[in-house]
């Protein structure tokens, strides 16, 4: 059962460089989120989508792009990456609201450092 | 932007004892999630709670959703050594401009000791 994937699961970027991650899930979800974590703030929202083809934006969304051009794979991207960037981020996906059940399931992050 | 207030950020404590934490929030929320997280990995569901004044048990561990539908508790009675972990709360609002997404606490870091 692989659920949510995400790639790649390591990454180090020089400052300035572009860089997509891509998550993908098996579950027929219509709901996809991108969370980033870092030490002490927990996880917080950069960028979320509700349904193939919507983009919204989350908390913290500044430096960063999604698409999702397909239902099962939302992508997140870094135009010109900077070390405040360094991070592990999360993807997750979940039924919609109105679905009932409405738990969101997490790939196993991608860490990534901008030097 | 919207936070949840989890308490305590960390816990350090024997083997057998028991464990509560919680979250808080100004706001209300129609959906109350906790989740685990070991080093390395992403955040797995341990409860899932729908209704207000829910109480809902998974092993060891019991998770109340509160009646005001601003907070949350977990707790995990007679803990062992793989409870060691970040727990982390998550609460879904089901309207207005905070449609769809989940809102994560800071999480609480727990270490147990033999």
């Known amino acids: 059962n692989a659920g949510v994937t995400q790639t790649p699961k390591f990454r180090v970027l020089k400052t300035g460089q572009s860089m997509t991650l891509l998550c993908a899930q098996d579950?027929?979800?219509?709901?996809m989120y991108w969370y980033r974590q870092d030490p002490g703030m927990g996880l917080r929202l950069i960028h979320y989508?509700?349904?193939?083809?919507?983009?919204a934006k989350g908390e913290v969304p500044d430096g960063y792009n999604v698409s999702r051009l397909k239902k099962q794979n939302f992508l997140l991207g870094l135009e010109s990456a900077a070390p405040s960037q360094t991070s592990v981020y999360f993807c997750?996906?979940?039924?919609?609201?109105?679905?009932?059940?409405?738990?969101?399931?997490f790939g196993q992050g991608t860490r990534l450092t901008v030097v | 932007g919207q936070q949840l207030n989890q308490s305590p950020q960390s816990m350090f404590i024997q083997e057998g004892e028991d464990v509560s934490m919680n979250c808080t929030s100004s706001s209300i929320f129609n959906t109350w999630l906790w989740y685990k997280q070991d080093p390395g990995e992403g955040p797995v569901l341990l409860i899932a709670l729908y209704k207000a004044g829910e109480l809902t048990s998974n092993g060891r561990l019991t998770a109340q959703f509160g009646i005001t539908r601003k907070d949350s508790f977990l707790n995990i009675s007679a803990s062992i050594p793989s409870d060691v972990g970040i727990y982390f709360c998550a609460g879904l609002r089901a309207g207005g401009t905070s449609y769809g997404k989940l809102t994560f606490g800071q999480g609480t870091i727990l270490t147990v000791h033999p």
């Open positions: 579950m027929n979800h219509e709901y």
């Open positions: 989508s509700v349904g193939e083809g919507t983009t």
């Open positions: 997750a996906s979940s039924w919609t609201v109105w679905q009932g059940n409405t738990e969101a399931f």
